[in-house]
């Protein structure tokens, strides 16, 4: 479920990346992915303190992960 | 964070004040204490002083006079249910009454006009300073000196002199006042005050009672010392016990290190109070209320509180009986992102069940990251302004609104 102001969208290409789950987890400054042997997962409760770093956007291969400003839509 | 009396006095000790003897005892086992405290001190006439954080002891019956033992103990018994002010006793100071032949007082406080500190004299202590003020001004000098520039005696000794303070008493009183204000700096205080600080009978001068306020963002800074006096971290020692909602504010400012979302203050009004950056606080909340508001409280935001931070602080806010509607406003602010408070605030009235554009009466913080926030506001309907609004008027606004 997405948070009232922000979704992140993970492709599901890299989901299962565990090595990648691992450095999601410790760049986001605000605890929006948790990594565990089956790969990356979402703390919906977090999303909303999304501050928009974009580190995750750079730690991922380009365009596998989405930052979604609902506020936008 | 207000200091006991006997705290104040344990202070002063350290740093060589004349003080009266004395002995604090329990107020459990009052009465025979007292007693004890009354052989103790050569069964001389005492005074038992109820230990509160706030003034107004003597005229609530909280301050007594024994000349035997049995007196001490009734003394002791009659102050422990007194309540000064809503403050309940903690324990009783019991000292040795002094012969007194003249009152003065002193406090070293902050003149936030001035920036500096002020030392304020008067050779007539013991009453209210204000009205001596306003009765006698001549009797009353106030000095200002430098917190950073070497302190010296000299400043002491003007700050008397200039209440027409001479010879002997002034070479007498000049150190006690110039050992205040370095008491006052090295410790961070917001308050230094002796009243009255008496000359006695045989001409020597003693502190006869002591308020001492310190920087509540000082006290990390003194722990150890705080420690040596027993006071927990914990204990707010505020002038009157804190709320349950203040205490939840609190709660709200410490459960995420992020940012800052707290020193919530209680009032009685309707308006609801999110509030800060650089002295905002209290612009807007003066703002307010010469714009005829009342605010439902004061409160601190700022240093980039996180989005969750802020809406519990919005969502205690609300939850308070009578708040219809909430400002959030703040100074510009360069290091706490406009965007992530307006999903607070937004968040936190979806979650208390209400809707965000009936409730934020005004949202009015420019500054970092405004664009992204005007954006949420613009999403859920909240009415916004950005610096070519001021503080000022943004508070009209928000009142105008509350009024209908």
């Known amino acids: ?66 930052i979604v400003k609902l506020y936008d839509q | ?14 740093h060589g004040m004349p003080l009266g003897k004395g002995t604090v005892i329990a107020k459990t086992n009052a009465a025979a204490d007292a007693r004890a405290a009354f052989a103790k001190l050569g069964g001389i006439p005492v005074v038992l002083k109820s230990q509160v954080l706030s003034g107004g002891r003597m005229k609530a019956g909280a301050v007594k006079f024994a000349d035997t ?9 009659a102050i422990v249910p007194v309540e000064v002010n809503g403050q309940i006793c903690k324990s009783i100071l019991v000292e040795e009454k002094s012969p007194i032949a003249q009152e003065y007082f002193v406090a070293i406080t902050w003149d936030g006009r001035a920036k500096r500190p002020v030392c304020v004299f008067s050779d007539m202590g013991g009453i209210d300073i204000e009205e001596v003020a306003e009765t006698h001004p001549e009797h009353v000098s106030k000095t200002h000196f430098s917190s950073i520039l070497p302190l010296t005696p000299r400043i002491a000794k003007e700050a008397v002199g200039a209440t027409g303070v001479t010879g002997s008493d002034l070479n007498k009183l000049a150190p006690i006042v110039f050992n205040l204000m370095k008491i006052f700096l090295k410790y961070d205080l917001t308050l230094a005050e ?50 349950p909602f203040e205490l939840a504010g609190a709660k709200v400012n410490a459960a995420d290190h992020r940012g800052v979302a707290g020193n919530v203050v209680e009032f009685d009004g309707n308006l609801g109070l999110v509030i800060g950056a650089g002295g905002g606080s209290l612009t807007l909340f003066d703002a307010v209320r010469n714009h005829g508001g009342k605010p439902a409280n004061y409160c601190e935001i700022g240093g980039n509180p996180s989005m969750s931070k802020t809406k519990e602080l919005t969502k205690l806010i609300l939850s308070k009986p009578g708040v219809e509607k909430i400002a959030v406003m703040m100074n510009v ?23 965000p554009a009936e409730t934020i009466a005004i949202f009015r913080i420019p500054g970092a990251w405004e664009e992204e926030g005007f954006k949420i506001l613009e999403k859920y309907g909240v009415d916004y302004c950005d610096r070519s609004v001021s503080m000022y008027d943004a508070a009209g606004r928000a009142v105008a609104k509350l009024k209908g």
């Open chain 1, 1 to 66: 479920m997405p948070g009232e102001f922000i979704d992140v969208i993970v492709d599901a290409d890299i989901a299962k990346d565990a090595e990648l789950a691992k450095k999601l987890e410790e760049i986001c400054p605000v605890s929006i992915f948790a990594a565990s042997a089956d790969g990356v997962s979402i703390d919906e409760s977090n999303l909303d303190e999304c501050v928009l770093c974009d580190l995750c956007l750079q730690a991922a291969p380009k365009g596998k992960i989405q």
């Open chain 2, 1 to 14: 964070m207000r200091f006991y009396e006997y705290e104040a006095k344990e202070l002063f000790k350290r």
């Open chain 2, 69 to 77: 033992a049995d007196e001490a103990a009734d003394a002791a018994e």
């Open chain 2, 194 to 243: 002796i009243n009255p600080l008496a000359k006695l009978e045989d001409g020597r001068f003693i502190v006869l009672d002591g308020h001492i306020d310190m920087e509540a963002e000082a006290r990390g800074e003194h722990k150890a010392f705080l420690d040596e006096l027993g006071i927990d971290d914990d204990e707010t020692r505020l002038a009157r016990p804190p709320t």
């Open chain 2, 333 to 355: 602010v360069s290091n706490t992102r406009v965007d992530i408070v307006a999903r607070g605030v937004i968040k936190g009235c979806l979650e208390a069940g209400k809707d």
